[in-house]
């Protein structure tokens, strides 16, 4: 189990930025940090950082340098003192504590965060399973809510390889069959499609058109390429129709995968995207090397993903064979399955190990959406239930609130609750940035600059509609709680009283290993009694139907889930059932 530490910073103030860190147990802390990317000794360590290249003893030392340097403008006062207080608690209750950056300031996110390192503690945060390490897009009202989603093994993953002349396309392909095949995963555990090649440009439309006649969908689309930084946004480089150069803004490649990211147009939503594309090589100290992805990460992750994995450096062949052997195997198995934070920290983990000495450990960013870093269910594989009568004449909900389940409650432990608690701290941050705004203009007076009024305004519309935000979703919450959902059951076959395998693996669940069909009603009152009328409107005509009643009329259908191989459950003497055990 996880808790979150959030560390927020808000744009420039004079010459410092304001920030706020978040940790629920224990409240917030806010500082005030003079960061200075153009300031010595860091100047220096960035630049070594965007080139260098092989692994050494020195470089092993630049790297815990460039950390500590991060680690103290940071983490150096207040946001530390919180922090190593956060940890304490997280190890008192045996629990991880994942690390979540945001950040309004283009100059703070360009920042190469990944190699953040606590000296006195020997805490590389990035390769450490129990700080795993991300940055951070929660808010609400750009990025919409969050779910996890349903997903079946092999994934299946896209990889798009636009042809370019400086890129070694075919190594490229090479490089990723070559990682999931020595971990075996090809296959049972993921299913490559490859879209590109040396002598197949790729176009924006020729994408487009793939991912319009695959009726399936993808879970996963990796990008080979390159990515440059034109008037502060982020392009990719894709092939034109004559084979030459189409460069697309993180924007217009977020709204073409749109459609694919939502579940009512493909079975598979598209819930991942790893980038690497790098600036043309390692020459590019002026933009750190991840600027190009900023403005692309979170496009697509506002457009519907749940993540975005992007290299912020030039990668070795090996490594990038490393990484990917790690990451995928994390993801689609272990105890890591669907996680994609935990995924990033274990190739993280084995980037270090593999290559001492280099950077190759702080190349893939995490941009992270999904609150608690679960962006796949793979915790058992779903058996297609027999299908019941669409219908439900009844419902316990009004309308506006079955919209709120369906738009906002999880499909993850956390539920909405975590949604909710994002939303808060989102608020809070928003108030402490006005405030301060408040108290910088009203210390300097008529000596404030024009911008500190402007920005001041810009926080209280924020404020107003981050408010309006949060009282939908604790609408939506309390809908949640008065319709007593189980958290293991989807929203839809809550609202269509649909008696899916799912659905009656949650009933049964409770049960003594042999029992009757009223059983199964007396366990579904107590676990979903909303649910329970709508099955007793749907199957027995009367929400006020009496047990026994919904009794006769769902025996049919859970005859129907016991004769089902591989459910668990076997007809006993006398019209009972019983479970299997192995």
């Known amino acids: ?121 020997g805490l590389l945060f990035a390769t450490d399973e129990a700080t795993p390490l991300a940055r951070y897009l929660s808010d609400y009202a750009t990025f ?9 093994l092999p994934l ?67 990008f080979s390429g390159h990515g440059d930084t034109e008037g502060g946004r982020g392009h990719l480089r894709f092939n034109d129709d004559r084979g030459g150069d189409q460069w697309v803004d993180g924007g217009t490649f977020g709204r073409l995968l749109k459609r694919y990211t939502q579940p009512q147009h493909r079975p598979r939503p598209l819930r991942l995207a790893v980038l690497n594309a790098c600036e043309g090589g390692v020459s590019a100290p002026k933009a750190y090397g991840v600027r190009s992805l900023l403005g692309v990460a979170p496009a697509l992750i506002q457009n519907g993903l749940a993540a975005v994995v992007a290299m912020q450096y030039e990668i070795l062949d090996d490594a990038a064979i490393a990484f990917a052997r790690a990451f995928y195997r994390a993801l689609t198995r272990d105890t890591t399955a ?31 959406h999904a609150a608690d870093g ?14 019941a009568a669409p219908t439900p004449p009844a419902a316990d909900l009004a309308p506006a609130e079955e919209e709120l389940l369906r738009a906002y409650r999880h499909q993850t432990p956390a539920g909405i609750e975590e949604t909710v608690a994002s939303q808060r701290k989102q608020l809070a941050q928003a108030r402490f940035h006005r405030d301060y705004l408040r ?34 979703l604790e609408q939506a919450q309390e809908a949640v709680e008065t319709a ?41 009152r107590r676990l979903a009694p909303g649910f329970a009328r709508r099955v007793a409107a749907k199957f027995a005509g009367n929400p006020e139907a009496s047990d026994e009643q919904i009794a006769a009329a769902i025996a049919g259908r859970l005859g129907q889930f016991v004769a089902q191989p591989g459910n668990g459950y076997r007809r006993a003497p006398g019209g009972r059932f019983r479970r299997v055990r192995f």
């Open 1 to 121: 189990m996880y808790h979150n530490f959030d560390v927020t910073v808000g744009q420039l103030v004079g010459d410092v930025y304001p920030a706020l860190a978040v940790y629920a147990p224990l409240g917030t802390a806010s500082d005030q940090l003079a960061i200075n990317p153009k300031a010595q000794p860091l100047a220096d360590l960035l630049a070594w950082a965007s080139t260098s290249v092989g692994p050494s003893a020195a470089n092993l030392s630049q790297a815990e340098d460039l950390g500590d340097a991060l680690y103290r403008l940071l983490l150096g006062g207040r946001l530390g003192d919180h922090l190593r207080s956060a940890l304490r608690h997280a190890e008192d209750y045996g629990h991880g504590l994942r690390l979540r950056l945001a950040a309004d300031d283009l100059t703070i996110l360009s920042l190469p965060w990944e190699f953040l390192f606590d000296r006195s503690r």
């Open 144 to 152: 919409g809510a969050t779910r996890s989603l349903a997903a079946s």
């Open 156 to 222: 299946r993953l896209l990889m798009v390889v636009p042809a370019v002349a400086d890129l070694d396309v075919a190594a490229e392909i090479a490089r990723v069959r070559e990682a999931l095949n020595r971990e075996g995963l090809l296959g049972d555990l993921v299913e490559l499609t490859v879209l590109g090649g040396p002598e197949e440009p790729i176009s924006l439309q020729r994408l487009s058109d793939f991912l319009q006649d695959d009726e399936q969908g993808f879970d996963i689309l990796h």
């Open 338 to 368: 669907g996680q994609v934070d935990l995924a990033v920290t274990s190739a993280r983990r084995a980037l270090a190990t593999q290559f001492p000495g280099h950077r190759s450990f702080a190349t893939p960013v995490l941009f992270l």
């Open 374 to 387: 679960r962006i796949f269910d793979l915790a058992q594989q779903r058996t297609p239930g027999i299908a």
């Open 439 to 472: 108290q910088q203009i009203q210390e300097q007076g008529s000596l404030a600059p024009p911008g500190l009024a402007a920005a001041l305004r810009r926080a209280e519309e924020d404020i107003v509609r981050l408010e309006e935000s949060l009282e939908q």
């Open 484 to 524: 007593q959902i189980p958290p293991q059951m989807t929203i839809s076959d809550y609202l269509a009283a649909r008696l899916s395998n799912e659905a009656l693996q949650i009933l049964l669940a409770p049960l003594p290993d042999e029992f009757n069909t009223l059983d199964v009603v007396q366990s579904m």
